[in-house]
């Protein structure tokens, strides 16, 4: 069967197309990765090239099958090779997925964390499939929708905003739930990125955790710098100072 396999199938093609779902892959790993999510290229190259594997299996093995049947209807046999259901192969990649999703949903003081990572490693595998079986068209249609549902919508929702966010470098304790703390001012957060820990020089408990360093990004509907810094107080938040941008350097030394 190796043989006849070998004989009648194009090897660079599938070649290409598991080379393909591992660079895409890595590409949707690697946004996630730039919004500090639970998952990178590591992950979704190697989720996105399985499926490519197994979807490329799915079609040499129902070709060999169709091969080895006309070989036997030439020789006059009338026991052919029944043919099975190949296309199960791919519908437990999709169920089968779920369990990588469901690792990366946490659920914190009744919020819910990583669901739309969980979907990009779910969709991701679906992408794969798409791939290995060599329809090019479809794929880079879900692969252009998964970058727009995930990066591109946000750039209409910043522009429209710009005007009234700001970005705070800040430090509190890790048992407040700052989410909470300024959604109660109508502050919303747009982004946030954990930069480094402080000791608490008033720390009471030796099993206490340090105090989170970390760049904050938020939408005030009205904005005024003033009152920002005193409502970071009045929760607790220590503002240090205000920065440009996200990716602007932060010396933790110098805190």
């Known amino acids: 069967m190796i043989k006849t396999i070998a004989e009648n199938y194009n090897i660079l093609e599938i070649t290409t197309r598991i080379l393909v779902a591992y660079i895409v892959g890595a590409l ?22 399985g499926a490519a594997i197994l979807s490329c299996y799915e079609e040499v093995f129902a070709k060999s099958i169709l091969i080895q049947n006309s070989q036997l209807m030439e020789i006059g046999s009338k026991l052919l090779y029944s043919m099975p259901d190949y296309s199960r192969i791919t519908a437990q990649i999709v169920s089968g997925i779920g369990f990588l999703g469901a690792g990366m949903i946490i659920q914190n003081r009744g919020k819910l964390h990583g669901i739309t990572t969980a979907a990009i490693v779910w969709v991701t595998a679906c992408l794969g499939i798409v791939i290995g079986s060599g ?8 692969c252009f929708c998964i970058f727009l549902s995930t ?11 710009k005007n009234h966010s700001v970005i705070y470098l800040i430090e509190y304790n890790n048992k407040i ?5 300024i959604d109660k001012f109508g502050i919303k957060i747009m982004r946030f990125q954990i930069v480094g820990w402080k000791e608490n020089k008033i720390q009471k408990d030796e099993n206490e955790l340090p105090n989170i360093i970390g760049k904050i990004h938020i939408f005030v509907p009205n904005l005024d710098y003033d009152n920002i810094e005193k409502i970071f107080i009045n929760s607790n938040i220590k503002p240090i100072k205000k920065l440009r941008y996200m990716n602007e350097k932060v010396d933790l030394n110098s805190l």
Do not use: N
């Not at 329809?135 to 880079?140: D, H, R, Y």
């Open 151 to 161: 990066s591109i919508y946000r750039v209409p929702y910043f522009l429209a905003h």
């Open 177 to 181: 739930d700052i989410e909470s703390e």
């Open 135 to 142: 329809e090019w068209v479809l794929s880079a249609i879900g």
């Open 28 to 49: 949707i790993g690697w946004e996630r990765a730039q919004h500090k999510k639970p998952i990178g290229s590591r992950t979704t190259s190697i989720v996105c090239m």
